[in-house]
């Protein structure tokens, strides 16, 4: 009999987690697929922008963020990224906006794809089909088709090395797709050690899991790990139905620091990077210091790629943990679906 709260036998005895286990463990088949599918690309057609600029929300928003935050050492071009209601006014037919939308039918993105079309701007749409998919071929957009079958946020992977492989097949970025290859095929390691056939005494994410637990958990993180602060938070949201809040190092340290502890409940994650400015260090040994009882720190070693999502899928294994500490169902997201359709309600009154 074993002693892990969280053990192989009680993962797989819950429904749904199977599933989700196997999506994560996963990714690195899927970036290599996104990396093939931005070979494709019409590249004549989408070169020498003055501007890349990533359109997106939820899940799919994540992606822009990611590639703009991590990949802009790769290229002489701002690669920009929103998930503002609006695109904003400036973008013209010099820029490249890459529209995403897993799903292809969020409100938000079609708007912006169909307002681009309008202002005449340069467009890629990266989707798995919907309207997004029936407007870009109604007018001769290119498309990025992606794997069908995902809840769309555990798409990610696929998205990112779709982004990255077009941005280098257009000349945009050089270097970039094979950087991210051998970052991808590093992660098996991240897999070996936190997956659920290992015990959660040497398991960092089940650790992080339990550690959230019955708590109201702060993430604080900085740099390109800031983008997986975001993704841990989007993840136990959706996984784990469990609130989160990320504190972006140094920002959060001229305010929200004198704020601290929200509650009793809280507890925090530090989410370190082996690059990490010395000022940064710092003010994480401060948090850490302040209020040990409450830390947990994790460790990334590599370069920003590698730690980038390396410590994304470690991010999902925690999300899967605890939800499963939770007995709750980490893929369905009721109240999105539902919000969802009151909006489509809504714009067909009007």
Known sequence: MTNDPLSYEKIYSLPKYSDMIRMIDEQPAY??????LGQKIKKEELANPR???FYGIGGSGIVGLLVSGI???FTRIPILASNAVRIPDWLSQDDLLIVVSYSGETYEALRAFNEAIKRRIRLLAMTSGGSLAEIAN???????????GFPPRMSLPEMVGAAISTLDNTDITKNASETLLQAVDMLTEIAEKNGPSSPYQNNTAKKAALH???GFPSVFCSGHLYFTGLRLKNQLNENAKYPCVVHEIPESMHNTLEAL????????LLLRSSSEPKDVSAQMRFISSSFSHKVMEVWFKGNEVY???????WADYVSTYLAALREVDPITVARIA?????VEKSLKNT
């Not at 970036?31 to 093939?36: F, I, T």
């Not at 109604?138 to 069908?148: F, G, P």
């Not at 730690?307 to 899928?313: G, R």
């Not at 539902?338 to 009151?342: D, F, G, I």
């Open 212 to 214: 959230f637990y019955n």
């Open 71 to 73: 990949f802009s050492s």
């Open 31 to 36: 970036y290599k697929k996104g990396l093939e």
């Open 138 to 148: 109604r007018n001769n957009i290119q498309l990025i088709e992606l794997s069908k």
């Open 51 to 53: 501007t890349v600029f």
């Open 338 to 342: 539902a919000l969802r359709k009151e």
């Open 261 to 268: 502890p929200y509650s009793d409940m809280d507890k925090y």
């Open 307 to 313: 730690e980038s999502i390396a410590s994304i899928m």
